[in-house]
């Protein structure tokens, strides 16, 4: 990880566990019938930022990332935060849009959000916030009642559990 980064937690930092995730391997104009998007001439997106396409993709699944980069390989210190942070959780089925790909679906989520920054998070279709609110709910706790409320269990929880035992 780049040394951009250093508000990050060390133990985070070193946390180097790879699980898959479930991507959106085109940009949304791409994504063809049912993607949301609509192409403009020469492959120029000029649906994909619309509210009703990134409405539709943010309640499309119960997590939603939109990350500069993919979850593989994040382009920015803080992408690679909220991928950490998830992953730190064990929450490996999510849905990552990289905004990079995209430059319609990069301005349509900070419209749709009202929000200016990337990365983005959404649970259960409703905004939470960047890299800097994920990073305080996961240091709260805040975070392992959240994913609980989607049905999905921490793996922090197990953590602490064995941990506990020994």
Partial sequence: ???????????????????????????????????????????VPSAA?????????????????????????????????????????????YRAYDVLQDPGLRQGIKNYSNWPTIPQVFLNGEFVGGCDILLQMHQSGDLVEELKKLGIRSALLDSENNHGKK
């Fill in 49 to 93: 930022g619309s509210k009703e396409a990134v409405g539709r993709l943010v309640r499309a699944h119960p997590v939603v990332v939109f990350m500069k980069g993919s979850p593989a390989q994040p382009q920015c210190g803080f992408s690679n935060a909220v991928v950490q942070i998830l992953r730190l959780h064990g929450v490996s089925d």
């Fill in 1 to 43: 990880m780049s040394g951009s980064f250093c508000r990050l937690p060390a133990a985070l930092r070193r946390w180097r566990g790879a699980r898959p995730t479930t991507l959106l391997a085109r940009p949304l104009s791409q994504a063809g019938p049912g993607g949301g998007g609509a192409e403009g001439g020469e492959g």
